[in-house]
């Protein structure tokens, strides 16, 4: 297990100099309403609406749970078997469904727009913005 965690720290080690900054959620971590992680444009926040929502300058949506009002008092798990949990109480309204064994994982919101899982599982939002793309407010 010392070896996986070893591993996730130096791919951050990797991600944090092609990236100002580099925001993480690690395994049993919460994002509570409100509360997010960025890179550069990128902002993954847990919203007060309970949709668990990827934006890209602050107002276009690029990837949704689609969670909004089915909840209240919502947040965003990264279980510590790898599955990423929208939770109102004790009910989960939505789920990542890469549920492994447990370990150590890392969520991470990359430069290039996809929020993924690392560790011995991946999910990823697949919102890779195309870097000869110029982006725009």
């Given at each position: 297990m010392?070896?996986?965690?070893?591993g996730i720290l130096a791919l951050l080690a990797t991600l944090s100099t092609q990236a100002a900054a580099v925001d993480v959620l690690f395994s049993?971590?919460?994002?509570?309403?409100?509360?997010f992680i960025e890179n550069g444009p990128y902002r993954f926040i847990m919203q007060y609406d309970c949709n668990l929502v990827l934006y890209i300058n602050g107002n276009r949506a690029l990837w949704a749970s689609g969670t909004a009002g089915k909840g209240t008092d919502c947040r965003a798990t990264l279980q510590k078997d790898a599955n990423l949990v929208v939770y109102t109480g004790s009910r989960a309204l939505w789920a990542s469904g890469?549920?492994?064994?447990?370990?150590?994982?890392v969520l991470i919101v990359q430069f290039d727009g996809n929020v993924v899982i690392y560790g011995p599982s991946i999910?990823?939002?697949?919102?890779?913005?195309s870097a000869s793309r110029k982006l725009k407010p």
């Open positions: 010392a070896a996986k965690a070893i049993g971590q919460t994002l509570f309403a409100g509360q890469t549920a492994r064994g447990q370990s150590n994982y999910w990823a939002t697949n919102t890779v913005q």
